[in-house]
């Protein structure tokens, strides 16, 4: 009972906003292209995440396979050192079917999606899918803290997120940081209904247990993966893959933290049941990396927002080749300004964009002449 | 266990004993641990559900102690209460948890809410109308309290889909039966009726 009550104690959240500042006019464009995943020996790789360590290195996992659902599927991180001439590390597998297995106590017929983060401490936090029985249905989520860059990880902790067998809840875009310590994270269900969530997860620090819980975005069966976006300490938006015959991206706004929010409205932008994932830029405006198209994954835009999501223009194209798949994009901005989008290329390796604000500024201004 | 006893039942007319229900546990003690595919076979077990209800293991228990010493902790009162209240609680919790509407009811089970004072209400009502029902829900409470299950919410250590089906099954096998015997009984009664009348 005391547990339960102790629940009056925990203070209002809110977001942890860094809002960022506008380019300096002596920035010049930078735009610079690289593989992660320079080994073409797996016949399958997707869903990549990145994020920033406090030295300025890079850390970004992803996984891969002979194919998407394959027993042999294992999650895998590379690490970028900091500065212009460095190269990503050779990726190695931080968690396979046979690790989750030994370390969460329970057989584990392979794993999926992962999101990789930093918290205040500069730690590592891995949240991967992992599935005991059925397809992607039947995931789970689990958590892993390494302390050391991802040298040394902490045994994996199972997730409980759902009362029906702990079954179908995935992960898939970025983490918000909250104020006084601990994440909101986008997750989302898809088995009967499909529908996004929120995950609050606190803790980690020495021996102090993570402690979670979990609220809705919306029900139906509609919208997957938010990708969500803070622009104020409690105000954010939530832009979400259409599952829906309308395939078009829809957005939802939130007052007070993620608690509570809209009822989805769709955009004009296309979405073909894909991924998508956005950033907050300066002055207040937003970047979406998203596939640009009702039927396809052969294309990768960039679309800006200046209006809180309301309306959006196209402003550059990194990726375009018909027949083959582009998505999953991945978005973060380092220390230094820059951002950094990785994503799915071809199926056969994850891709990493460096750009910087003055870069997607002349994009805007090329798209207007 | 009670399924051992169930088949131990059909050879003897005494199920229990603490002798027969002593074999019985060591045997599901290695039936746990046998390996299939490389794992224990508990552990595919909680592969599927890491834990079952607090009410679903008292059921399963007092099933078991009351083959083993012929002692009914949960009196058919009681377990009329937990079938109930299984069945509420599932068709309150799954429907809308799997994405039946917005609503979510499992948010209640993270902290305090109206879960909690509901929860509150019932046990102590239980309790005073001497439902043994009562002092499972209060285990349910301590439980979670103490963090006994994985699940840090108060919705799993109340109640689990075994639970929510066993209970379904349980009432419709009671409900048919009423039906049934109301059936056989108005029948009985107007053949009495008639056979009053033609002896008139």
Redesign the interface.
Known sequence: ?????S??D?EPVTFAVFSPSAPEDNDPPHMAEEFISNDPGLAMVHVGSICEMADGSLVASWYGGTREGARDTAIYLAVRAPGESMSWSRPRVIVNRGSA?KEL????KKVGNSIIFTDSEDRLWLIYVTI??GGWSGSSLNVKISHDGGTTWTRSQ?L?L?????VSELVRNNPLPMKGGGFIIPIY?E?????PEILWIWGGQGDQRI??????M????SFIQPSVVACGSGVARAFYRSCSGDRVVAMATTGDTGAAWSEPQNLELPNPDSALNALLLSEGRILLAFNDSKQTRNNLRLAISHDGGATWGRVAEIENSPGQEFSYPYLIRSLDGRIHLVYTWRRKRIKHVVFNETWINAQIEKASK | MVAGQSIVGLFRDNVGGWRTTLILGFLAALIVVIPVGGFPLGRWLISINANFSIPLTALVFSKVWENASHIRLLDRKAFLGSCIFGLTAGLALYPMALGLGRFDPYKFGWSFSLLFVLLMVITVILVFVKNRFGIVLVACILGYDLGLLESPNLWDYLVDPFFALISGVMIGGLLIREIRSKKSLSHSVSWATRAEGSMR
């Not at chain 1, 759902?162 to 702990?166: G, K």
């Not at chain 1, 402690?211 to 809705?216: A, C, G, H, I, P």
């Not at chain 1, 919306?218 to 069966?221: E, L, P, V, Y």
């Open positions: 009972m005391w547990r339960y009550l629940a009056f925990h297995s106590h329970r057989f584990v005991t029985m199972r409980t759902s009362p029906f067998l702990n269900h088995c009967a209904g499909k529908f402690t979670f819980r979990k609220t809705r919306a029900g139906g069966r």
